[in-house]
């Protein structure tokens, strides 16, 4: 039975690297739990990371504009200085936009060279936290409609599944906005097999204390045929869970995790054409 590759990518520029491993081993428990004769090794993980282009100059920022250091609410306002960096910066043809492109493109590169990863046939889900989503969704557009020459996997023809979570996506499908970042992209592989292209799955997840994110099916009729479904979940410690600090809960979260994991134990259950 052939394996399944999920790639990661995070959403706030302040991330640190190896951030991924906890949420790894946490739907790779829920998934071996799940069913038997499921294995760690049915899944391969990778990380995405590009939070070193721009950790630096936000922590440059915080601490030039915090000069008094009076300015309340630390933690909300680190998520809220990262994804505004991110709404500014993130733009086709800027020298930021090209260097987080050219870093998820390296890093799909090196997930297809993987000894067990077939880069013609093995199916992608992708997990994305935050702004990466705006960033993976525009990305998988452009790979679908590129004539690069590169493989399947690397120009999403394979890609089984679409995890958002903590998604801003919703604010760039503004009338006004007109923004290529704010298209909805479909997640269905053109050489997946015909079962499953049934399977293929573009979810979203949010909590309604989160407000950077939103729902999504609701913004248009092509996000509605594009989003399989939102799911309103409660992430977050004590603490967070009932406020906007949340948006960082998703990662170590149950009601997240689990999820997710059952998503993909749906997506590698028996196939006829995987026997």
Request: charged share 25%; aromatic share 14%; proline share 6%.
């Given at each position: 039975m052939k394996r399944l590759a999920i790639a990661i990518i995070h959403g706030l520029g302040s991330q640190e690297e190896y951030y991924s491993v906890e949420l790894k081993h946490r739907i790779t428990e829920e998934y071996v739990k799940g069913a038997e004769g499921r294995m760690e090794d049915d899944l391969l993980f990778y990380e995405i990371y590009w939070g070193d282009l721009l950790k630096d100059e936000l922590n440059q920022f915080r601490e030039k504009a915090n000069y008094k250091g009076d300015l309340a609410y630390r933690n909300l306002r680190q998520i809220m200085t990262d994804t505004q960096s991110l709404a500014l910066l993130y733009r086709p043809a800027t020298e930021f936009y090209e260097a987080v492109n050219n870093r998820i493109r390296d890093s799909l590169r090196k997930f297809a060279s993987h000894r067990r990863i077939?880069?013609?046939?093995?199916?992608?889900?992708?997990?994305?936290?935050?702004?990466?989503?705006?960033?993976?969704?525009h990305y998988i557009k452009e790979m679908q409609s590129a004539h690069s020459g590169l493989s399947n996997f690397e120009t999403m023809k394979t890609l089984a599944g679409y995890i958002t979570f903590g998604n801003p996506m919703g604010l760039y499908s503004l009338d006004s906005v007109s923004s290529i970042l704010g298209e909805p992209v479909s997640i269905v592989g053109d050489e997946l097999p015909t079962d499953l292209?049934?399977?293929?799955?573009?979810?979203?997840?949010?909590?309604?204390?989160?407000?950077?994110?939103?729902?999504?099916?609701?913004?248009?009729?092509?996000?509605?045929?594009?989003?399989?479904a939102d799911f309103e979940i409660n992430v977050g410690s004590a603490a967070t869970s009932w406020n906007p600090v949340c948006h960082s809960g998703y990662w170590e979260d149950k009601d997240f995790y689990r999820p997710v994991a059952d998503f993909i134990g749906e997506l590698r259950a028996p196939h006829s054409f995987w026997q």
């Open positions: 077939n880069p013609d046939e093995t199916p992608l889900v992708i997990l994305a936290h935050s702004y990466g989503g705006v960033m993976m969704s292209k049934k399977r293929a799955r573009w979810y979203n997840f949010y909590d309604k204390d989160d407000i950077i994110a939103y729902p999504l099916k609701g913004l248009s009729e092509k996000f509605d045929a594009c989003v399989n």
